[in-house]
């Protein structure tokens, strides 16, 4: 059966890493061929199944110690073992046996493989890791020169002009003792004196906040009931905790960026806004204009058609009468005009 190009180089990469690993099972076979890798890795045998109990083995030490009180129990007891354990580092199914004993296809045996190989690495290298640190840790301290020092200390006597300097410190530290218990008294009668006044304070502000205790008809308003105002700062907090987190992490990045550069072209863009408000003012102003005249229009001829009592008790219409004046008007101009001649 030919297998992929990848397949070979996953089954080269697995026997690598257990020749690394020092997997004894793997000693003395000089394979070379990844062909050869991969049919030892894949294929059903109880070389195969016993690789597979050393990497379980060395991830697993429960699993060692139970693998060893089974080893006299025949081999579907140490693959479904196996299997279980598969299932709890989550690599395989409860009921993957298939997988365990060497049938299943290619591609998910060395995945499985990989996978525990990888896991075994990542362990070997950290216990290395430990034992370096641990190990340049003893160094460092072995070779620090102060060593005997601290493993055999010495009282010597302070000298003379360290003595004097460590009775100045002594004298001063009393001082300090006496000033610190007079500052702490102060500062207690300062605490005190400001808690009364704090106190009286809350009095006066709950005698004042008389919608919080009951009216004198036995009603209290809803909205300012103690257990609604708790409800509503605490939504309050809530929101404000919400906000917090949004800006934090969406709208931060926002708020600390630049401003943006203004074009050259903005004095020519606000000028031409100047214009366009100045001529819309006008536009409105027109229309105002014509709205009134119209108003005027329809008032003049309603005054026109409209008939009222004027002398005589007879009812005409302002046009009407003008018109009558007018002609009077005319006639009186014509009788002047032949008496003057």
């Not at 890791?129 to 020169?145: A, C, D, I, M, T």
């Not at 809803?222 to 605490?234: M, R, T």
Request: with cysteine.
């Amino acid at each position: 059966m030919a297998h992929s190009l990848k397949d070979k180089l996953v089954a080269e990469n697995v026997y690598v890493s257990l020749q690394r690993l020092g997997c004894p099972l793997v000693e003395g076979l000089f394979l070379k061929e990844t062909e050869s890798m991969l049919e030892l890795l894949c294929t059903p045998s109880n070389h195969r199944l016993e690789i597979l109990m050393w990497i379980c083995k060395r991830t697993s030490p429960p699993l060692e110690k139970k693998l060893f009180l089974l080893k006299d129990s025949p081999v579907d007891t140490l693959i479904k073992e196996i299997t279980n354990f598969g299932h709890e580092m989550m690599l395989c199914s409860l009921d993957d046996m298939d997988l365990i004993k060497g049938c299943a296809s290619p591609k998910r045996q060395l995945a499985f493989l990989g996978q525990l190989v990888s896991i075994l690495e990542s362990e070997r290298f950290e216990d290395f890791s430990v034992s370096f640190g641990n190990e340049q840790l003893l160094k460092e301290l072995f070779s620090n020169p102060y060593l005997p020092s601290l493993l055999s200390p010495v009282c010597n006597p302070w000298p003379a002009h360290i003595a004097e300097i460590i009775k100045k410190k002594d004298s001063g530290s009393k001082k300090w003792r006496s000033l610190t218990q007079k500052s702490k008294e102060f500062s207690l009668e300062e605490v005190s004196s400001t808690l009364k006044k704090t106190t009286d304070a809350l009095a006066k502000i709950q005698i004042e906040c008389t919608y919080l205790t009951d009216d004198p008809n036995g009603i209290i308003s809803s909205q300012f009931l103690p257990q609604a105002l708790k409800l509503a700062i605490c939504d309050l907090s809530q929101l404000m905790a919400a906000f917090s987190q949004v800006f934090a992490s969406d709208f931060r990045e926002y708020c600390n960026r630049e401003p943006p550069e203004m074009s050259n072209s903005a004095v020519a863009f606000q000028s031409v806004y100047q214009l366009l408000d100045a001529c819309t003012q006008d536009l409105q102003a027109t229309a105002q204009v014509i709205e009134v005249s119209e108003v005027v229009c329809s008032a003049v001829d309603g005054h026109q058609q409209k008939k009222d009592f004027w002398e005589n008790d007879q009812m005409t219409s302002l046009f009407s009468k003008i018109e009558e004046l007018k002609k009077k008007y005319e006639r009186f101009l014509s009788v002047y005009q032949r008496c003057s001649k």
